[in-house]
């Protein structure tokens, strides 16, 4: 009874005990510009997350479900996530700054936080007060007319300007005509010059007795530009040709070199000093204040900032595009001003480096590749730091190595560049020197997990044919996913589904490639770039895939009748069908007019048991492989002479024997298999056991003519004698097979199967 009572109590309280908790353990890890926290979730677990605050609580629908923590913090600093508790089913997050989080499932039972860096402050820009517009200024006056009124002028200073007064002269002399004709080309280029505005009438001036007009102003400064004369002793190298004008769209380039001087290590200085001198008399916005604070904005690296600046101001600004397109590259926009400034390599200065990061042609860079460095030199060192990676890049692309050489190590010795880029840039270099497996080194060693480091690693691996790490190429999936909204993630997706391919993982290439369409809009660049993945898989799969995984994927997928498949791509893979016996998709795949197409349709018709239409498809092609199939044709039809003269031709010895033996052209046999006589080489030609081998080794040994009485005489030794060969058969090649009686044998079967037909001929008839 105590037992009893002791097994019902146990069972009791089985039947009321809670059902086990499931413990669930995230894990984080740190990114350059977010923390990644990863919940594993039992699939269907329902979730919630607080929109806003500091204090975050994740809420999980489910009761039984115990979190643990021990992994949070082995791989994170607490930068972005200070702590983390558990409240049953909710994990609550501390975080460090007002940092937005991004949460997402990646698939069933894997929830994904990103808790990103706070926002960056942008210093609020005061935009000038609306003002009336101002009268518009009087009119220009006609040149023409002022043309008219100068001369008018002029020919009435005429008394004012004569000499001072002489004593008469004894003589009456005659006028010169050579100094009235220079006096009339004189005044007809002054009053041009007056009438176009080039010239003002000063009939005030005090002359001499022996000028005419008065002399240059002694400072030629301020002589205007079109007025300036100089000699060939002006310049600077007398013996040199002088200095080509720059070029018309270089205008105003000059003021990127003035705007950006500034050093920014101290912003809020110059910067206060600036928006108090912003606004003047009036309450107007000075423009040269107004241009110099949006270069100020620049050289810090705020692009947005500068181009509100810019695009607030009443009048333009000098230098506007230039300024534009400098903050178009700040922002990574695409605008006119930024292919206006890609124009401009040849103006010298901060917009020949510019022109590079805004897009100018390779060619041009290689050529001006060492002025370029040396500019990117000159330039202020929080422009180097911003603008130094990608001006290395671009170098590197554009095969000027020496130059990016100058750029990286210059970055090198900058406090405010990673390590993991420093290693990136030096890995490119290695690679466009041809060091790939240098650069593999490299970036294994001290490189970072960001899109470029990455996308370039995969790079590397697809250059140097060499395998890699497939939990590197999840990893990198797994980055292409969450980069798949930038351009980088695409490229990425695109190189993991190559290497998948090239390895022989066909089957995660394929869900790669599924996963990749979905992601990018229906475009005519999208569609080119899936088609061509689709046709790198495909190829892979119809030359490395096994048979049963090419038939599986066949039968799975319906993707290889794309017409997108590229011609060699789907005659590989209808060979490989049509020797799997898969006749009706090879045939699917077989469109073509002419080539390999007819080839494999032609195969497609003798599979088919239509040895005529493969002879109609192969038509005149003298190709080796249509005269194989031709061959396999006519020896359907029966014509094994001319099969066997083919594929002997061809040097397929062994089809051409087993049609030499069907059609009866023994010689043709002994030149094939010279020697090959014995029962053991005749069955296989036949394609079939003829029985016949031991009877060879039964054989009675024939005594020759002469030989002593077999009384007398020794038994023969049947196993290390051979029979000595017939002399009468030595004359028909053919009759050394029929020593089997194969021969004679075939012609009574045949002679026998005629007299039957003629026996049941009647009774058919009947």
């Known amino acids: ?78 930068d972005r996530l200070a702590s983390v508790t558990a409240d049953g089913a909710t994990l609550v997050l501390e975080l460090a700054c007002d940092c ?76 010169d005509e050579a100094l009235q004709r220079l006096g009339q080309d004189l005044g007809a280029t002054l009053s041009t010059a007056l009438g176009q505005g080039l ?3 000063a009939v005030e001036a005090p002359v001499s007795a022996t000028q005419v007009l008065s002399g240059p102003p002694e400072d030629a400064a301020d002589f205007p530009p079109n007025m300036r004369i100089s000699s060939v002793l002006d310049r600077a190298d007398p013996s040199r040709m ?14 990127l070199d003035t705007v950006i001087a500034r050093d920014v290590g101290d912003f809020d200085n110059p910067f206060s000093e600036l928006s108090r001198a912003l606004y003047g008399e009036f309450d107007q916005p000075d423009p040269q ?40 590259i700040l922002e990574d926009r695409s605008t006119n001003s930024r292919l206006l400034l ?111 480091t990455v996308t370039t690693r995969l790079d590397l691996a697809l250059d140097t044919q060499e395998p890699l790490d497939p939990g590197y190429l999840a990893q990198a999936e797994g980055l292409a996913a969450t980069e798949r909204s930038a351009g980088s993630g695409p490229d990425m997706m695109a190189a993991v589904i190559r290497l998948h391919a090239r390895s022989g993982a066909h089957i995660d290439a394929f869900a790669a490639l599924d996963r990749l369409e979905t992601w990018m809009p229906e475009t005519g660049e999208n569609r080119r770039m899936i088609a061509d993945l ?106 094994h002479a001319a099969a066997a003269r083919a594929f002997a031709e061809l040097g397929i010895t062994d089809a051409a024997l087993r049609a030499a033996i069907l059609a009866g052209d023994w010689r043709r046999v002994e030149e094939l298999s010279p020697g090959q006589t014995d029962a053991a080489t005749i069955g296989p030609l036949l394609g079939r056991d003829p029985g016949h081998a031991e009877i060879v080794l039964q054989q009675e040994t024939t005594a020759p003519a002469g030989a002593p009485d077999s009384d007398t005489a020794p038994p023969p030794d049947t196993e290390s004698d051979p029979p000595a060969p017939d002399a009468s058969l030595a004359a028909d090649p053919g009759a050394v097979f029929d020593r089997l009686g194969l021969v004679q044998r075939s012609s009574t079967l045949l002679s026998e199967s005629a007299r039957l037909r003629e026996a049941l001929a009647p009774l058919i008839t009947e």
């Open 100 to 175: 937005p989080i991004r949460a997402w499932e990646e698939r069933p039972g894997m929830l994904i936080l990103d808790i990103s860096d706070a926002p960056a402050q942008v210093p609020e820009v005061s935009l000038p007060p609306a003002v009336t517009p101002r009268p518009a200024l009087p009119r220009r006056p006609d040149p023409l007319a002022a043309a008219r009124a100068a001369g008018a002028a002029l020919a009435r200073s005429r008394p004012a300007l004569a000499v001072a007064p002489t004593p008469a002269p004894t003589e009456p002399t005659e006028a």
């Open 199 to 201: 010239l003002d009438p």
């Open 342 to 452: 890609a124009q401009s390599l040849d103006c010298g200065g901060a917009a020949s480096v510019l022109a590079v990061l805004a897009g100018a042609e390779q060619d041009r860079i290689r050529e001006q590749a060492d002025s370029i460095a040396l500019r990117f030199l000159n330039l202020p060192d929080s422009l180097q730091d911003i603008f130094g990676l990608d001006l290395a890049t671009a170098l590197i692309e554009a095969g000027a190595i020496d130059a990016a050489r100058v750029v990286a190590e210059r970055l090198q010795r900058s406090p405010w560049i990673p390590a993991a880029q420093i290693a990136l840039i030096e890995a490119r270099l290695d690679q466009a020197r041809g060091l790939p497996r240098d650069a593999i080194a490299r970036l294994d060693h001290a490189g970072g997990t960001d899109p470029d």
């Open 242 to 255: 002088p200095d080509p004008p720059p070029p018309q769209h270089c205008a105003q380039s000059d003021v």
């Open 289 to 328: 204040v107004l241009r110099n604070l949006a270069g100020l904005y620049l050289a810090a690296g705020f692009g947005a900032e500068a181009r509100a600046l810019i695009d607030a101001a009443e009048t333009p600004l000098d230098g506007q595009d230039f300024l534009l397109g400098m903050a178009d």
């Open 1 to 78: 009874m105590a037992l009893r009572h002791a097994l019902a109590s146990a069972v009791c309280l089985l039947l009321g005990a809670p059902a086990a908790a499931q413990i669930v353990t995230p894990y984080a890890g740190e990114h350059d510009s977010f923390t990644r926290l990863v919940v594993p979730l039992p699939p269907g677990t329902g979730w919630s997350l607080d929109p806003d605050g500091r204090t975050r609580r994740l809420t999980l629908d489910a009761e039984t479900l115990r979190l643990g923590l021990d992994r949070v913090f082995r791989r994170i600093p607490r």
């Open 534 to 639: 689709r046709d790198t898989v495909w190829s892979a799969l119809a030359e490395t895939g096994t048979d049963f995984a090419l038939t599986e994927t066949v039968l799975a997928r319906d993707d290889w009748r794309d017409p997108a498949l590229s011609d060699a791509t789907r005659e590989t893979l209808a060979a490989r069908l049509l020797d799997l016996g898969l006749v009706l998709p090879a045939r699917d795949l077989t469109t073509g007019p002419a080539g390999q197409a007819r080839v494999l349709q032609a195969r497609a018709a003798l599979e088919t048991g239509d040895p005529e239409g493969a002879l109609a498809l192969l038509g005149d092609d003298d190709s080796a492989s249509a005269a194989q199939v031709r061959a396999a044709a006519m020896d359907r039809l029966g014509d």
